[in-house]
């Protein structure tokens, strides 16, 4: 809630310094970025329910690999959504609104740039979730909220409604970071130990699914470290 604070407050700021024209063109721009934010809260609604699955059934293998599908499957929309905003963004405000928004192209490309670090922040809080740390996901969005805040009343003063959307962004930017230092942190304390190296997650399926191990073939130390990494192994496309 702290994340979204800055966004609800941004049109009555801009108002204040602004004036009620610019508000209005600023939120009709945001309007039209948001039609790619649909597609972002779906992907998360979508990942969510996943990443918490693969973190409890099979640890930080599985949830590695929920979290980096969907990365990709936002960076492969968001990122030319943002270059298409950026070469003909003004012309896409102009033919919707009218010739009076052809000079919006800057400040689309800003909102859709903070939007596409909206969506890698809750790649980022999905894992966080999953693994159980709230907390950390509090703490970022109260620094998205008060970097936001405090750079908005130093840009919009200069740069107007361009320097409200910037202030968004640097305020997602700071939250994005202060998840992923925890995110990564965490990892490297616990996650790193926990995972197999990539081949022997393929070999340990391979021979946990389509053979069977007769003690024979393998020494008794062999057969503990199989079945006690057994935990970490998934079965590709499990979590698509």
Known sequence: MDGCAATYALPWIVIAFQGEAKAGLLAACVTLVNL??????????????????????????????????????????????????????????????????????????????????????IVVGNGLWAMDKPRANFTADLVTLIV??????????????LGAAVSLLLGGISGTIVRGSVFTQQFLREGSAAVPPHDSLVIQTTLSTNVELPSALLGRQSITVFLARQRYLYRPGQYD
Do not use: Q
């Open 148 to 161: 936001s805040l405090a750079s908005l009343f130093t840009f919009i003063s200069t740069w107007g409604i």
């Open 36 to 121: 790619a934010g649909t597609y972002v809260t779906g992907v998360g609604n979508y990942i969510t329910p996943r990443a918490a699955k693969a973190f409890h059934d099979d640890g930080y293998a599985a949830l590695i690999y929920v979290l980096r599908k969907a990365l990709c499957l936002y960076l492969l929309v968001m990122l030319p959504f943002c270059l298409i905003t950026f070469l003909v963004g003004h012309n896409i405000a102009a033919w919707i609104y009218g010739p009076e928004y052809s000079d919006t192209g800057y400040l689309l490309f800003v909102l859709a740039l903070n939007m596409t670090v909206r969506s890698v922040s």
